[in-house]
């Protein structure tokens, strides 16, 4: 089985950066694609960055610029650094990440429990 750790939500003021981590460990063989998500109150679940195996990275339009994905392959983890962080950045923020258990097999998805983010002042 596969577990993700998320870590680096908390309250932050307007401006400012936060680095938000998920770690992947478990029964790993590698690690194809590693998203990040959020989901505000009230609103749907949104995708805010990708990033695939070969570090090609994506982006919604409302983080461009302003936000960075990253991953560490040696230890299955991927990195959000956010910046110039703005009130409506506020929602809980999930990693996802698609992991091959084994030789020939298919990536499965696999979900952390979500951090909080709240921009305030």
């Known amino acids: 089985q596969v577990q993700l750790v998320e870590s680096g939500g908390r309250l932050v003021q307007p401006g400012e950066s936060l680095r938000l981590s998920c770690a992947a460990s478990?029964?790993?063989?590698?690690?194809?694609?590693m998203y990040w998500y959020r989901q505000a109150p009230g609103k749907q679940r949104e995708l805010v960055a990708a990033?695939?195996?070969?570090?090609?990275?994506t982006y919604a339009s409302s983080v461009k610029g302003r936000f960075t994905i990253s991953r560490d392959n040696a230890k299955n983890t991927v990195y959000l650094q956010m910046n110039s962080l703005k009130p409506e950045d506020t929602a809980v923020y999930y990693c996802?990440?698609?992991?091959?258990?084994?030789?020939?097999?298919?990536?499965?998805?696999?979900w952390g429990q979500g951090t909080q983010v709240t921009v305030s002042s």
């Open positions: 478990g029964s790993i063989f590698n690690i194809a694609a």
């Open positions: 996802n990440v698609a992991v091959v258990l084994r030789v020939g097999s298919g990536p499965q998805s696999y």
């Open positions: 990033i695939s195996s070969g570090e090609r990275t």
